[in-house]
């Protein structure tokens, strides 16, 4: 599943192209591969207290809001991760958020 990252600034607008090349469904949690400008794992999940991601080879996790909120999401990711990659998770999760309804 392809999709495209925005990260909009003041006076420019950079966009790149994202692929999730996996997802698996393991019921408790889902795990997502993402194929960018770098390789990037996320476990996702739900908790008592909303949805959470984890992306382990970055040490780093989060709350996160619905799938499809881009705007509170990549606030979220790009606190734990880079800028670029955490724009990248947040529009990959926006991708499936149909088909995946946490």
């Avoid at 999730?20 to 476990?43: A, C, D, F, P």
């Avoid at 709350?63 to 881009?70: E, G, K, P, V, Y």
Wanted: net charge positive.
């Amino acid at each position: 599943m392809d999709f495209k990252c925005i990260n909009q600034k003041r006076t420019r607008k950079e966009t790149w192209n994202g692929h999730i090349s996996s997802i698996k469904n393991y019921g408790s949690h889902i795990e997502i591969k993402i194929q960018s400008r770098s390789g990037i794992l996320v476990l996702l999940g739900k908790t008592s207290f909303g949805n959470f991601a984890c992306m382990p080879d970055y040490g780093a996790g989060c709350h996160l809001a619905s799938l499809d909120d881009i705007f509170y999401n990549t606030e979220r990711l790009t606190n734990v991760m880079n800028k670029v990659d955490g724009i990248t998770v947040a529009y990959a999760l926006a991708a499936i958020a149909e088909k995946y309804d946490f």
